[in-house]
């Protein structure tokens, strides 16, 4: 790795740094919260910069529609405005004030900041909604912090919201495709209930052009007349951070970040340098790979003073919550906490004792190409917005320190914000509840950034094969309107509902709850062989789906043993995380009335099931022994996509080296995932083997037994 460079300066030693040792050391300390300490705690409140705008907030909130606030990361717009609105009375009569963010762990973890803020119990007065996951009290809880999925999911029993008086709509600059739906329909809902208040929080939005969504025009500051409501919105800026956090860039760009990761955080280690360490990567394999990295580097490092020992976390979406949980404990006396995440823990999160972030700069992202009807994950560069939400987890408790793995000049042609969700992921799941929410005709529907229209017709193409939309593109009864109340991606949801038919439904709500976490193998660096062989003890021809719910039995049939797992190269902590959700999913399954069956060692019924629900994703092997036109291509495998793709050369698909399948290559195949190699290659992921007679026989509005020729 090179070494860091300080904005135009070269700095001696490591990175430069120099630590007023003693009183950071100090501030090391993680407050406990006892009784002698809550005074403190309400004292800290008061110097975070929001607090010098407390008043101007409430007015705004009780003249305006909307109020859009925009403030620095750390600034406490997240946890200090829903406990202003609770303190002004917005939340009597049994009303709640709920807080969205974009992702679960940031719900959770703020609900419990704040319920020790007003000392109540986490679940009472303050409470979280994730998917899968409530911890709230009816009629008891007051603050209710959720993901915009939940409250979308929540808008289907209740459309206009009566639960809550105020809704703040937090990270809107991250711009998710469930952040966008639901200013949309917040703006509907604001139509039919003028006593209901909106405020859009973030660090680094566009808000004019917010304001102008909810508005034609708009009101700077407390420039609103006291008096009657404001339809106009109004925008406030709190200025002000609470810590600095210094950046620093590398000196020469790096070619593996993950290993400059690690090597980052053994020279902040190595210099003793206190506090402890938050790294930014793109992926589950990447963080489980530094983890092991960092482990054995916690071998060999000795470190100074301090004699601290290195102590990696992981934190990315497939854990289950009480492993990511542990990424916010207090490290031991005598541990320097390195917390491995992805980009989950961008925003509003704030992990008590990091001083020091490293970003890798890059995160997966959705990209989908309506032509080809492909949606596949791409590590990418991050924007300068979201780089400036990393570097923001540092400086919380005190000032911090942000390694960026690229150089200055790389940094500087970013770009500004990240591409809005909307335009660029796949649109079946944000269409299905939106018809169910009634909203039928799409391209009428306000959106913030109207999304591709060849994107919506895919996604209304699909909805269509999936039996969720009638013949006059509404949805149809039951199909759509279970699809739309199950949680899952609407392709899965299909998949269950084919289960049920098929007397399947045991082995396809396991299937369907492992695809809802993201990988199941545990393979660390350096370990592909093992991990290769470990695979094969579970691998079977009907693909990576079957093998999946083989896992799970050898699994359940050890224990649910933590050290099987570990013998078998099995992920313990995702498989706990994917049990969570299969007896959630079983749960909403007896809410639809729908029983479950077992098909036994019938495996056919459940790859059936499948196909029911992959049915846009199915491929046949073409022949390429003789194919001279593409010598690249000859000899390997190479799948053609059934469906049509619209004009243009149809896309390249193989499969993705890690399935089960890829040496035997099957000649009819569906996939769950796809991923897009540097080289253009479409790699599909988790693969089922199926007949093709099952794709007419589920789908004869799609395709044909003519069309369908082994
Ligand atoms: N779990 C926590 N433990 C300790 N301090 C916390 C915790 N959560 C928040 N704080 C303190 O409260 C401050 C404000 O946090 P808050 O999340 O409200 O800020 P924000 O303006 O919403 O920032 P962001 O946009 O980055 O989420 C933090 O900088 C930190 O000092």
Redesign the pocket.
């Given at each position: 790795m090179g070494a860091f460079l300080r904005p135009g300066e070269r700095q001696p030693g490591a990175f430069g740094i120099s630590f007023d040792s003693d009183r950071d050391k100090n501030a090391a300390v993680v407050?406990t919260f006892n009784r002698n300490e809550k005074l403190a705690l309400q004292e800290?409140r008061r110097r975070?910069p929001?607090f010098q705008h407390r008043r101007e907030i409430l007015y705004l909130v009780e003249h305006h529609a909307t109020v859009i606030i925009v403030?620095?990361?750390?600034?406490?717009?997240?946890?200090?405005i829903p406990q202003y609105l609770l303190e002004a009375g917005w939340c009597s009569h049994g009303r709640m004030v709920a807080c969205t963010q974009p992702r679960r762990v940031a719900a959770m973890?703020?609900a419990?900041?704040v319920a020790e803020e007003t000392g109540s119990p986490l679940g009472q007065a303050v409470g979280y909604g994730i998917r899968f996951e409530d911890v709230s009290t009816p009629g008891t809880t007051q603050i209710r912090f959720c993901t915009d999925g939940v409250l979308l999911q929540e808008m289907l029993q209740d459309p206009l919201l009566t639960a809550y008086s105020v809704i703040m709509v937090?990270?809107a600059h991250e711009r998710s495709l469930a952040t966008d739906t639901l200013l949309g329909l917040l703006k509907k809902v604001q139509r039919r209930r003028p006593d209901l208040r909106v405020i859009v929080a973030?660090?680094t939005l566009e808000a004019e052009r917010v304001a102008a969504f909810f508005d034609a025009s708009t009101v700077r500051g407390a420039a609103a007349k006291a008096g009657d409501l404001s339809k106009q919105p109004a925008i406030l800026s709190v200025e002000g951070r609470?810590h600095s956090v210094q950046i620093h860039y590398l000196e020469k760009p790096c070619s593996d970040y993950v290993r400059a990761a690690v090597q980052a955080a053994a020279d902040i280690h190595r210099e003793d340098m206190p506090g402890d360490i938050l790294i930014f990567l793109t992926g589950q394999q990447e963080c489980e790979d530094c983890v092991s990295m960092l482990e054995e580097e916690a071998r060999k490092v000795r470190a100074g003073r301090a004699a601290l020992r290195l102590m990696p976390v992981p934190l990315y979406a497939g854990l289950p919550a009480a492993a990511q949980l542990a990424a916010?404990e207090h490290s031991p006396r005598g541990y320097r906490k390195v917390v491995v995440a992805t980009n989950i823990a961008e925003?509003?999160v704030?992990i008590?004792g990091v001083v020091y972030v490293i970003d890798c700069c890059h995160s997966k992202q959705a990209s989908y190409n309506p032509l080809t009807g492909l949606e596949s994950l791409l590590v990418a560069p991050v924007s300068k917005a979201s780089a400036s939400?990393r570097a923001?987890r540092a400086g919380?408790?005190r000032p911090g320190h942000c390694f960026r793995l690229c150089t200055e000049a790389d940094f500087q042609a970013l770009h500004d914000a990240t591409v809005p969700e909307m335009q660029r992921a796949e649109l079946s799941g944000t269409v299905l509840r939106l018809k169910a929410l009634g909203v039928d005709n799409m391209m009428t529907f306000d959106w913030l950034a109207p999304p591709p229209a060849e994107t919506m017709v895919r996604a209304l193409e699909l909805l269509h094969a999936l039996g969720a939309l009638d013949a006059s593109a509404r949805l149809s009864r039951p199909t759509g309107q279970q699809l739309a109340e199950l949680p899952v991606d609407a392709r899965l949801g299909a998949v269950l509902l084919a289960s049920v038919r098929l007397g399947c439904s045991e082995e396809a709500v396991t299937v369907v709850a492992m695809l809802s976490v993201h990988s199941v193998w545990a393979g660390a660096h350096g370990e592909r062989k093992a991990l290769e062989a470990a695979k094969a003890k579970f691998a079977v021809g009907e693909g990576d789906l079957v093998t999946y719910l083989n896992v799970w039995k050898a699994w359940q049939d050890s224990g649910r043993d933590r050290k099987w797992a570990a013998r078998n190269f099995v992920n313990h902590r995702t498989l706990l995380r994917a049990a969570d959700i299969r007896s959630q999913l079983c749960h909403h399954l007896r809410r639809l009335r729908i029983a479950l069956e077992s098909c036994d060692a019938e495996v056919s019924l459940l790859r059936k099931a499948l196909t029911a629900g992959l049915l846009m994703n199915a491929v046949q092997l073409v022949d390429t022994a003789n194919d001279i036109s593409d010598p690249a291509s000859a000899g390997i495998n190479v799948y053609r996509i059934l469906r049509s793709t619209g004009p243009g050369p149809p896309p390249k698909l193989r499969i993705h080296a890690s399935s089960v399948l890829a040496r035997t290559r099957p000649q009819w195949l569906v996939f769950w995932q796809m991923q897009q190699s540097s080289s253009g290659w479409f790699e599909m992921q988790e693969v089922t083997a199926v007949e093709p007679h099952w794709l007419p026989e589920l789908a004869a509005h799609v395709y044909s037994h003519k069309g369908i020729r082994s």
């Open positions: 407050p800290q975070l929001v403030g620095e990361t750390g600034s406490g717009k997240t946890t200090q973890t703020v419990a900041r937090d990270e973030s660090a609470t916010f925003t509003s704030t008590d939400q923001g919380r408790m």
